[in-house]
């Protein structure tokens, strides 16, 4: 039974491994380079298989570099497994600049395209303008659930709620004596989404409530972070501004967090309100002064209005999630080819998730423009693998279950196709957690691989915009920038409608290439940045906001 040229891929010419587009039996025949064999083992769909037979400790390679090493003799035509390999990557050291690259012919038909905007004193330019409301301390967190309690709904930015009449059936089911097998095989009927209430604020897109479990009783390395992370939000260019609530004995004080505010914006002039618990005395107190100036300075904030903004005020975030084995062939080189074009327009572009760049550090640090870049994001990676190996889990215990399952059974595979994401072009700055984008092209920013945290950072580091992959389906989303969830293949898409946006598996099935499939997101970020279109994360209310412990996450 011969397998034609569409049911398997080689990435890259010095590749000794081929990717299973579909599922493949044992007996498949494959012909490849000129030879002919037959598979020995099946081999599931985004899963790879030899195409030379490897003795123990041979090199495997895919997208051109080292990923992983034979854990024993596998014949041609075997199935990689977690059993019969392992993680390996190449060492990396300082090497000479490769910055050379070539700017996508189609960023000339998006020169003078711009998307509707609100323009920031700072320069900078929001694709959303939104209220925050912070807790400084886990401590009130509580107090931040009654004001957004009292605030959502009355102000028109609650989303409307579902599932009520599907509990009122299953009340009635139980009252009118059905078992639990009965109710087990009940068809719930899906209830219609109600209407959202009218905004009162219609320039607001919303308020955004940021509660976390952080700011005291951890290290004040920590709670400083915590300031500089909560610093990057109330300065970014999506929020015109923001209700902080404090305690006030914890460690990440009211003063540090004014300090990293001018570190981002040195004329900051957003409104902002900042309130001390116990200062003010009883929680009815603190709440009534934090409604009177949070609505005071909602009215300020609704004085903002979209205008045009060329494209080089976009900073799109680089994220993905719940990858699998298609994801570096399809939707994350299809945001590099997207990053290269606009870093070819002047905006910028941050590729973070540093444990899923392990095995690409030489080519990453090679495209710094120069040498210092390059030393400190190689200083980076060691020093986070060495503190992630003395906890017990280094960079090659990044991959989870599901990638594994689907296709990803190394670190440095999973890494590889991960930084196709940063698309060709020159790394202009190496950020670490939470610095801010200062410059235009492509950033480094270190963060876990973590999803949530991930994502959290590249907002607070400027991202008014995230693209994120997924090949499994990961329904996050950011309280304040619009992320745009990219399906990996058509699969995922169509078995997930509600969360996915942009279905790439068009790739894997020969229906369009990178470049039309970056074009045609590029579009819809367009919109997105221009308030026209929703991207599901946001139609559900997914405002996932998640800081990182240093040291603890992957």
Request: charged fraction near 20%; charge should be negative.
């Amino acid at each position: 039974m011969p397998a034609d040229k569409h049911t398997y891929l080689q990435i890259h010419p010095a590749d000794n491994v081929l990717v299973a587009l579909t599922n493949l039996a044992a007996g498949t025949a494959i012909a490849f380079n000129g030879h002919s064999f037959n598979l020995l083992t099946p081999v599931e769909v985004k899963h790879k298989f030899t195409i030379t037979a490897l003795e123990p400790e041979a090199p495997i390679h895919m997208y051109g570099v080292l990923v992983g090493k034979a854990n024993q003799y596998i014949a041609r035509g075997t199935a990689l497994t977690v059993d019969n390999i392992k993680h390996a990557s190449d060492d990396f050291k300082l090497g000479n600049r490769k910055t050379e690259w070539t700017v996508p012919a189609v960023a000339e038909g998006y020169r003078d395209k711009t998307f509707m905007g609100f323009h920031r004193a700072d320069g900078s330019v929001g694709t959303g303008n939104y209220w925050l409301v912070i807790p400084l301390v886990f401590c009130e967190n509580r107090n931040i659930n009654v004001l957004k309690e009292a605030l959502s709904a009355k102000l028109g930015f609650a989303k409307p709620r579902g599932y009520e009449s599907e509990v009122d059936s299953l009340v009635e089911m139980y009252q009118s004596g059905k078992t639990a097998a009965e109710i087990l095989n009940a068809d719930l009927q899906l209830s219609p989404e109600g209407q959202s209430p009218k905004k009162l604020f219609e320039n607001i897109d919303g308020i955004k409530f940021l509660n976390h479990d952080m700011g005291c009783g951890g290290t004040r390395t920590d709670s400083d972070t915590l300031c500089g992370l909560l610093a990057g939000y109330i300065t970014h260019p999506n929020v015109a501004g923001a209700t902080v609530l404090s305690l006030g004995c914890q460690h990440a004080q009211a003063a540090i967090l004014q300090t990293e505010i001018q570190k981002r914006d040195p004329n900051f002039s957003k409104p902002l309100v900042m309130l001390e618990q116990q200062k003010i005395g009883t929680e009815s107190k603190l709440l009534h002064e934090a409604l009177k100036q949070t609505f005071a300075g909602l009215m300020e904030a609704n004085k903002q209005q979209r205008q045009p903004a060329p494209l080089s005020k976009l900073c799109i975030g680089l994220e993905c999630g719940g990858s699998d084995g298609f994801s570096g062939i399809s939707a994350n080189p299809t945001l590099g080819y997207l990053s290269d074009i606009l870093v070819g327009l002047g905006g910028s572009v941050v590729l973070a998730e540093f444990p899923e760049l392990c095995g690409v550090e030489q080519e990453l640090s090679d495209r710094c423009i120069d040498e210092t870049e390059a030393m400190k994001f190689m200083d980076l990676m060691r020093t986070y693998n060495a503190r992630a190996e003395a906890g017990g889990s280094g960079f090659y215990a990044n991959p989870s279950p599901g990638n594994i399952r689907d296709g990803l059974i190394t670190d440095a595979i999973k890494s590889a196709g991960a930084a196709k994401k940063g698309g060709t072009s020159p790394v202009t700055d190496v950020l670490d957690y939470p610095e801010k984008v200062t410059k235009p092209g492509l950033n480094l920013l270190c963060t876990p691989g973590s999803d949530v945290e991930s994502t959290t950072a590249e907002v607070a580091s400027g991202a008014n915009v995230v693209l994120f992959t997924t090949g499994l389906g990961t329904p996050t989303g950011n309280p304040v920038a619009p992320v745009i969830k990219v399906a990996t293949n058509t699969a995922v898409f169509n078995r997930m409608p509600d969360i996915m946006d942009i279905n790439c598996g068009t790739i894997i099935e020969g229906e369009e290439t990178i470049e039309q499939s970056a074009t045609r997101m590029l579009d819809y970020v367009i919109e997105v940045a221009s308030g026209r279109k929703q991207p599901k994360a946001v139609i559900l209310g997914q405002d996932d906001f998640i800081p990182w412990k240093r040291g603890v996450s992957l």
